[in-house]
Every structure is written in structure tokens, then in C-alpha cells.
């Protein structure tokens, strides 16, 4: 992989939320926007836009398995602002609303740790 497609990357997952453009990335590597889609595409199958919605869907995914955040508060760590804009891409995405992933995750982790709902009762001799 090209070092300057590397850079870019880097520079993308240093702050998520950033509304980068594509003029602000080729000036970082010194490269024409035309010629930094071209390298980026050819080296990762993707233009730097879809790279970086990637990796806001990935990091959101990551926060509703590991957090308790709402909805919109990862919708804006991640850089997408307006909750409906982040669902509907989320479920895009994924093919789940954030809400409905989250859900599903926990209930497939509990099930997994052996968890059926039922209560433990000790005996207290």
C-alpha cells in the first residue's frame, strides 16, 4: 500500500468526528484530489470518502457492543450528526437500526455466557 494512501488512513481514524474533504486530504499528501481518489481506490477498493464512512460504521458498531451511550451520543463521536442520518446509514450498513443491533448483540452475548434468564437463588444455611 502506497505511504501517502497509509497517511490519509492514519489521518482519518486520528478524529472520526472531522468532516475531512477530499481537497484537505490530497493537500496532506500533497497529491491533486483526482490523483489521491485514484491511489486511494487502487490501493483499498474504496474512495477516501467510503473509507472513512467504513470506519464511523465500524467504531459505532464497536461503541453499542461496549458502551451504554445513546444512540445520537455515538452517532456524533463517530462524525455523523443528525440521529436519523446515523440510523439510516447504521442500518444500511448493517442491516439493523443501531437500536436493534444492540439489542440483538446483548441478547446473542448472554446466551453465549450460558445466561438463560433464570434467577439464582442461594441458600442461606
Known sequence: MDQRT????A?????L?????LCEMARLVNLS????RHLFKSDTN???TQYLQ???MKEAKQLLETTWLRIKEIGNM???AGQSHFVRE???VYGFTPAAYRADYRRSLKSSCGFNGARVVLDNK
Open 54 to 56: 467504513a470506519l464511523r
Open 17 to 21: 468526528r472531522h468532516g475531512y474533504t
Open 6 to 9: 497509509l497517511v490519509v488512513i
Open 11 to 15: 489521518y482519518m481514524q486520528n478524529d
Open 46 to 48: 474504496m474512495t477516501p
Open 90 to 92: 447504521f442500518k444500511r
Open 33 to 36: 484530489p483526482s490523483r489521491l
Open 78 to 80: 463517530v462524525g455523523i
